[in-house]
């Protein structure tokens, strides 16, 4: 069975300061990992995801995650926070197996402090 | 245009009442998706359609019905309405594996 962990229910960094949001999976073959944004009262929006390829990944808003297949990790990350980062992360994983069903982390809730 | 919008945006009904959820998308996609979000933030699948098929089925209680007349239409509707179906639904679609484009949710209040 397919699964995804975020062991941080909350992530304080400074502005200006790197940030670092964890997730771990759990997958049969090859993983399919994204990331989520969601701010208060909005739907989630998409930041990035992973496939194949690069195992560095570049996506919205600054915010880029390493895939790293040894400690089935796939922490995000951005070299300088922002205030308006503040918001709740979603790590999400699906297998490759055929099935179309994401898994969703219980989300971090990052706050960025001036 | 919105991509994938969902109407209503807010629901207040009162126990044992039947309501709609429409969603729809405008991105040609193929998957649709309908997932719960609860008061911890927690995101739950419920149903997914691939080209008006019901792919994935989740243990929901069966006053939830989804239906898809075509691959662009998702809607949730649900009977006898509980308590504990207060939480935020939102609808979601993706192509292949691309990443999901969700609606803005519908925060349904059962009174």
């Known amino acids: 069975a397919q699964s995804v962990a975020q062991p941080e229910d909350q992530v304080n960094v400074a502005e200006g300061n790197p940030l670092t949001v964890k997730c771990t999976y759990s997958?049969?073959?090859?993983?399919?990992l994204f990331w989520y944004v969601q701010y208060p009262n909005r739907g989630l929006q998409f930041l990035l995801k992973?496939?194949?390829?690069?195992?560095l990944v570049k996506g919205s808003y600054g915010f880029e995650a390493e895939f790293n297949k040894s400690q089935t990790s796939f922490h995000l990350k951005k070299p300088s926070a922002l205030v308006s980062d503040s918001a709740l992360y979603f790590c999400a994983v699906r297998g490759n197996s055929g099935t179309y069903k994401y898994i969703f982390g219980t989300g971090t809730r990052l706050k960025v402090l001036a | 245009d919105t991509a994938v919008s969902q109407t209503p945006k807010y629901l207040v009904t009162q126990m044992g009442n039947d309501k709609s959820i429409k969603c729809e998308q405008n991105l040609g996609h193929d998957t649709m998706y309908w997932y719960k979000q609860d008061s911890k933030k927690f995101l739950k699948i419920m149903f997914s359609?691939?080209?008006?098929?019901?792919?994935i089925n989740e243990t929901v209680p069966n006053r939830f019905s989804p239906k898809s007349p075509d691959k662009a239409h998702l809607n949730l509707h649900i009977n006898s309405l509980e308590l504990g179906d207060s939480a935020v639904y939102f609808c979601?679609?993706?192509?292949?594996?691309?990443?999901?484009?969700f609606g803005s949710g519908t925060r349904l209040t059962v009174v």
């Open positions: 979601a679609s993706s192509q292949d594996v691309g990443g999901y484009t």
């Open positions: 992973y496939i194949t390829g690069d195992n």
């Open positions: 359609y691939n080209n008006k098929e019901l792919i």
């Open positions: 997958v049969s073959g090859n993983p399919y």
